[in-house]
């Protein structure tokens, strides 16, 4: 029995039961796109560690053997992407899980989850961003925020960056390994902007109208989208553009609902718009 027929990506991610973030955003949203999503997770959580408080458990001892039942169903995967770890140790995991189910086909989307707006998340520790910065190295593509595209190459966080500055970050980045870079969510005072980089294209500045203040899980919905569109065959600036068009969309949605911007994305009463 052949179980790889069909497109999809392995989702490596939390469960977050609410705030809209990894894979409660991962699995609508590369469903939506044709795509199927197999979820991994790294963590089960009650909700996102930007809350006050949270249950969170580390899945950690539970990936391996998860894995192996994936082993013994030689599951291919068209695209790996890889998003909030749970760990230390699960870097390790996560890097045997690319050599194992990537193949020349497969494209791997390390979106480097670490923090936002210059601080690293609650559970991430030092070591652990030392970790990601290791694990970029195996990606085709990376979609860090300006705090993570800091932390992997080692340039100070501050509120503003210029054009040639970027392109300096995405340099180094692609420099680390990976073909296609996006530094997402660049705050441009009245347009949102996403800073691309191909190793065989050069640099290319997408901007979007900023229409409501950033809320969190949008590097998730950003992450899933460039995902299942590149790996449905469209062009890296094509798959930021569609994950950059829809993000507009939720959050004039989520503003309308009038959504606390904890609470993520609100993607659902426009997911009709997203499509290849
Ligand atoms: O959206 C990034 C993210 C993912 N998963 C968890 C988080 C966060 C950001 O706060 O807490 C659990």
């Known amino acids: ?54 249950y969170f458990v580390d899945f950690s001892e539970h990936m391996e053997p998860y894995i192996d039942e994936w082993k013994k169903l030689n599951l291919r995967f068209d695209g790996i ?33 670490m923090g936002d707006n210059g601080n690293t998340y609650a559970t991430y520790t030092h070591e652990m961003c030392k970790g990601i910065s ?5 990606a085709n593509i990376i979609t860090p925020n300006v705090t993570e595209a800091c932390i992997l190459t080692g340039i100070p966080y501050k509120e503003h ?5 970027l392109h300096e970050m995405t340099y180094k980045l692609c420099e680390k390994g990976p073909d296609m870079v996006v530094i997402t969510g660049v705050d441009r005072g009245v347009y949102l902007e996403n800073y691309v980089y191909q190793k065989d294209d050069g640099p290319r500045v997408l901007r979007t109208r900023r229409i409501a203040p950033q809320r969190s899980g949008t590097g998730d ?7 299942a569109c590149f790996v449905q065959g ?19 949605s989520s503003t309308e609902l009038d959504i606390p911007v904890t609470d993520g994305v609100c993607f659902e009463k426009v997911i009709d718009k997203l499509h290849l």
Request: charge should be negative; proline fraction near 3%; charged fraction near 25%.
């Open 1 to 54: 029995m052949d179980h790889n027929n069909q497109k999809k990506i392995a989702a490596i991610n939390d469960l977050s039961g609410f705030g809209k973030c990894s894979l409660s955003v991962a699995l609508p949203l590369i469903s939506k796109l044709g795509v199927q999503c197999c979820p991994l997770p790294t963590a089960v959580l009650s909700d996102h560690t930007g809350f006050d408080s949270y």
């Open 81 to 113: 992407l890889t998003g909030f770890l749970g760990s230390e140790e699960q870097i390790e995991t996560v890097k045997s899980f690319i050599e194992h189910f990537a193949d020349e086909n497969t494209v791997v989307i390390v979106d480097p989850v």
């Open 134 to 138: 290791k694990l970029v190295e195996h």
């Open 161 to 165: 960056f210029s054009e040639s500055e």
């Open 221 to 227: 919905v950003f992450a899933s989208i460039v995902a």
């Open 234 to 252: 469209l062009s890296f600036e094509k798959s930021v553009r569609k994950a950059a068009d829809f993000i507009k969309e939720c959050l004039k």
